[in-house]
């Protein structure tokens, strides 16, 4: 199993500029959950999605969307990205609470814009 | 708005010394992970705990949790280079009475094991 995997590893954005991100996990969980984690500080929940075509707002969403069409998938996109979106970002799966709640986590994207 | 805070930020200490991180947290949860980020890495899942009282050890850590007091510790023991890192912990967001998944996360404390 791959676990869960992101691309592209590094990315610079200019201002105004879009792009997506993309998750997969090879670990058929139903949750799956975007992160951002700024210099020096704890991650922040972007979105969450507990399974496909469900999706929902985490603690920091302005300026991101994402679309959950497969249970394999969970992309994110940044529309007119601003320098306040540069950090690093994590895509993470785990399965339901029920059912062991633990978080995998994605190598990271780590993206500058300027 | 559930608030997590751990103590201390940073940490120095010495090989062979024992010391604990706490980590406070501001509403009612039952739910607690801890986890580990070497630099530039990803998150790698130390704890679960999931109850009142539950404690976990994996080789040089022990982790447990009270949630009447809403604190969790992580106790190292007898500190190598190796535990260098820096340490999260992360509580679930009830809702309904039960568990969402959804986490906040400390700011992380970062230990420095010197030889």
């Known amino acids: 199993n791959a676990g869960v995997t992101q691309t592209p590893k590094f990315r610079i954005l200019k201002i105004g500029q879009s792009m997506t991100l993309q998750c997969t996990q090879d670990?058929?969980?139903?949750?799956m959950y975007w992160y951002r984690q700024d210099p020096g500080m704890g991650l922040k929940l972007i979105y969450y999605?507990?399974?496909?075509?469900?999706?929902d707002k985490g603690e920091v969403p302005n300026g991101y969307n994402v679309s959950r069409s497969t249970t394999e998938d969970f992309p994110l996109r940044l529309e007119l990205a601003a320098p306040s979106q540069t950090s690093v970002y994590f895509c993470?799966?785990?399965?339901?609470?029920?059912?062991?709640?633990?978080?995998?986590f994605g190598p990271g994207t780590r993206l500058t814009v300027t | 708005e559930l608030k997590v805070e751990q103590n201390p930020l940073f940490l120095s200490m010495q090989e062979g010394k024992n010391y604990t991180i706490y980590c406070n947290y501001s509403?009612?949860?039952?739910?607690l992970y801890w986890y580990r980020q070497d630099p530039g890495k990803s998150l790698e899942s130390l704890f679960v705990?999931?109850?009142?009282?539950a404690v976990k050890q994996e080789g040089r850590l022990m982790a447990s949790l009270d949630t009447k007091a809403r604190l969790s510790t992580l106790h190292i023991t007898a500190a190598v280079h190796d535990l260098s890192a820096t340490y999260f912990c992360?509580?679930?967001?009830?809702?309904?009475?039960?568990?969402?998944?959804?986490?906040?996360f400390g700011t992380g404390t970062l230990l420095a094991v010197q030889p």
């Open positions: 992360a509580v679930d967001i009830r809702r309904n009475g039960g568990a969402t998944n959804k986490l906040i």
């Open positions: 999605s507990v399974g496909a075509g469900i999706t």
């Open positions: 509403t009612t949860s039952d739910r």
């Open positions: 993470a799966s785990s399965y339901p609470p029920g059912q062991g709640s633990e978080q995998y």
């Open positions: 670990m058929n969980h139903n949750y």
């Open positions: 705990l999931l109850s009142n009282g």
